[in-house]
């Protein structure tokens, strides 16, 4: 089994930037694949960014490429997501998920993950 919590999610204005942290207990950190989601109000999960177990690998969605950077440190067993240049429409609730075995064309879905956060808000205002 494996618990994960986010942390630093808050409120900033537009352009500024936040860093979200996502530690996981339960598991071998570095056996994890590591997902960040986000879910605005009345619309559907989305992919954010993923890394692979040793952090070597890291995939993005467009609408963040340039932005937020996803990286981990195995030794603190913690995901962190750097969102930088942020955007009204980044507003959401972001999940850090992870799962032991996956594909990199599974990667951006949310199906291929097993375990999840509760998640932490973050608001952008313009």
């Known amino acids: 089994q494996v618990q994960l919590g986010e942390s630093g999610g808050g409120s900033v204005q537009a352009g500024g930037s936040l860093r979200l942290a996502c530690a996981a207990s339960?598991?071998?950190?570095?056996?994890?694949?590591m997902g960040w989601f986000r879910q605005a109000p009345e619309k559907e999960r989305e992919f954010v960014a993923a890394?692979?177990?040793?952090?070597?690998?890291?995939f993005y969605a467009d609408s963040v490429k340039g932005r937020f950077t996803i990286s981990r440190d195995n030794a603190e067993k913690t995901v962190y997501l750097q969102m930088n240049s942020l955007k009204p429409e980044d507003t959401a609730i972001y999940y850090c998920?992870?799962?032991?075995?996956?594909?990199?064309?599974?990667?951006?879905?949310?199906?291929?993950?097993?375990?999840w956060g509760q998640g932490t808000q973050v608001t952008v205002s313009s």
């Open positions: 998920a992870a799962t032991i075995t996956i594909s990199n064309s599974a990667q951006a879905s949310a199906r291929a993950y097993d375990y």
């Open positions: 339960g598991r071998t950190f570095s056996m994890l694949a």
């Open positions: 890394i692979s177990r040793s952090g070597s690998s890291t």
